[in-house]
């Protein structure tokens, strides 16, 4: 949508900028708060181990840290363990079977392994019940169908029982509430516990040191404004002494050891303007064990900035921020490192990058409310427009226009490019932060983030690369938004005209 808002120059109504904001802010928490315990807390926590727990010492432990309901309940942690007992005695793990429990790199007392499974489990139902402001304002999670060019398709009107409304609001505050309170009283607290077993991995995992953020949370409605809560910059070679400004046009894609065509040559990178996604399959023929290096061997373009190999996502985020003097998050990063007893150095890590999403969901869920209440005070004022409709005619377009668009999408940094000609889309290219991420090589032999990061990983059992786990899933991987679906002939799986 803000590219083509940016390409016909369209300036959204206050109210959409605001329920943008808020969509945001409700995917960023609920996506964190699933990945650290969901996909990422069981890389740090043995479920097994959690069976040797005592109840009375697990209840113990977790009212240390917050006096987060069941917290204190000796009985809540007996029930969880014989529930995981029940599970482990069957032999189907069911939602836990995927696991290397027994490993050697797991550090946790049983005690703390009793207690993060127990949210794991808490953590499901906090996060079916938060999502209900997407379904709200966004009819579904992930990907809301209320975006339109100019604003947003959900009315605004409190004289409606079918538009956003005071209940509305009211609903949405209290669920800002709740995640407010699930992320300071568990999130958080089991993060910093997790973490201090693990402080080595403060050195592990670095990466590639330069970091992109293009800048979140508008305070103006016009494309692509700078104007933003989180500021928009660039972090070369882990200096935070200076934030760079960013430039869409140093963003390149280059197929040198990527399985698609460029007609100038495959190692010529391209703007996104200009970009091409020609799908051209050259590896061995699977099954196979393994890939050449030096030639084509991934789905995923190498993604460059001025050259360089970026990493986008919660780290970069909150680097930038931080290097920027964002007041906020300068606190909550100071509190995380002084808890953890390391230096601002630690964030550059594996360890780090997992850190960074947690003090970003904690200064996300205090800054929710402020935008539900900036809705809500436009509606008491009468200021119920919700989309700009002055471009919707085709005929009031340019001949030609070309746009970008920046957003911070919880996984990092995205950006859509688009070239309109004619009416119709001449071009257009979409940069995902899981394509930044997993780059391969360049013609340079550049890795990318992911690649780099593993570098130096020790590891103690290779049939079992639980350290390798750790630091793929600190970058919170999405390979389905970072590569193209064909069928096994090479042909697309189906193309669709819009008209």
């Known amino acids: 949508m803000r590219a083509v808002e940016a390409a016909l120059n369209i300036n959204i109504p206050d ?99 009793l207690m993060a499974v127990a949210h794991y489990l808490e953590a499901l139902d906090f996060q079916r019940d938060f999502i209900k402001i997407h379904a709200l304002l966004g009819g579904k999670n992930p990907h809301p169908q209320s975006y ?25 505050m209290g669920l800002a509430q709740k995640a407010k309170d699930f992320v300071s009283k568990v999130y958080i607290p089991d993060l910093l516990a997790i973490a201090s077993f693990y402080k080595d991995w403060a050195a592990i995992g670095g990466g590639v040191g330069n970091y992109l953020s293009y800048g979140e949370y508008q305070n103006s409605n016009e494309p692509n404004t700078d104007k933003t809560w989180f500021p928009r910059g660039y ?10 400004p960013v430039d869409h046009m140093k963003m390149t894609e280059e197929v040198s050891r990527a399985w698609y065509k460029y007609k100038g040559g495959d190692e010529k990178p391209l703007h996104p303007w200009v970009g091409e996604t ?22 995923v373009k190498a993604i460059r900035y001025d050259g360089a190999s970026v990493e986008v996502g919660p780290l970069a985020r909150m ?117 930044v991420n997993a780059s391969p090589r360049d013609v340079k032999g550049q890795r990318g983030p992911d690649e780099e990061a593993l570098m130096g990983t020790p590891i103690a059992d290779p049939n079992r690369p639980l350290e390798i786990q750790r630091t793929i899933h600190s970058f919170d991987p999405c390979m389905a938004c970072a590569i193209h679906v064909l069928d096994a002939f090479g042909k697309e799986v189906t193309s669709i005209k819009l008209r």
């Not at 972090?235 to 760079?244: E, P, T």
């Not at 997992?354 to 509606?379: C, S």
């Not at 688009?418 to 071009?427: A, R």
Request: a neutral charge.
């Open 319 to 435: 680097l930038v921020n931080f290097a920027a003097g964002h007041k906020e998050t300068k606190e909550v990063v100071m509190m995380v490192l002084n808890k953890l007893g390391v230096g601002p150095e630690a964030l550059f890590s594996t360890l780090g990058r997992t850190a960074a999403r947690g003090i970003e969901t904690a200064l996300v869920v205090d800054k929710m409310p402020e935008y539900i209440g900036d809705l809500a005070a436009n509606m008491k004022k009468g200021d119920l427009k919700t989309a700009n409709t002055e471009k919707w005619e085709p005929s009031t377009w340019p001949a030609e226009a070309k746009g970008y668009g920046y957003h911070e999408a919880p996984r990092g940094s995205l950006c859509h490019w688009i070239v309109i000609k004619d009416e119709k889309i001449e071009n257009y290219q979409c940069v995902v932060p899981g394509g």
């Open 148 to 172: 339109v060019v100019g604003g947003m398709a959900i009315p605004v009107d409190p004289n409606s029982q079918n538009a956003l409304n005071a209940g509305s609001i009211a609903m949405m």
């Open 15 to 113: 109210n959409a900028r605001i329920i943008r904001n808020i969509i945001n802010c409700a995917q960023t928490i609920q996506d964190h708060v699933i990945h650290f315990y969901h996909l990422h807390a069981l890389d740090w926590v043995d479920v097994v181990s959690a069976l040797k727990a005592d109840p009375a010492k697990t209840a113990a432990l977790a009212s240390s840290l917050s006096d987060w309901p069941n917290n204190n309940s000796v009985g809540h942690f007996k029930d969880v363990a014989t529930k995981l007992k029940t599970f482990v005695e069957s032999g189907q793990l069911g939602i836990f079977a995927n696991g290397y429990w027994g490993h050697p790199a797991y550090k946790l007392p049983p005690e703390a392994n």
């Open 278 to 299: 020609d799908p051209n399959y050259t590896g061995p023929k699977p099954p196979y064990e393994s890939l050449d290096l030096d030639k084509k061997y991934s789905w």
């Open 235 to 244: 972090i070369k070679k882990k200096d935070l002494s200076k934030v760079l």
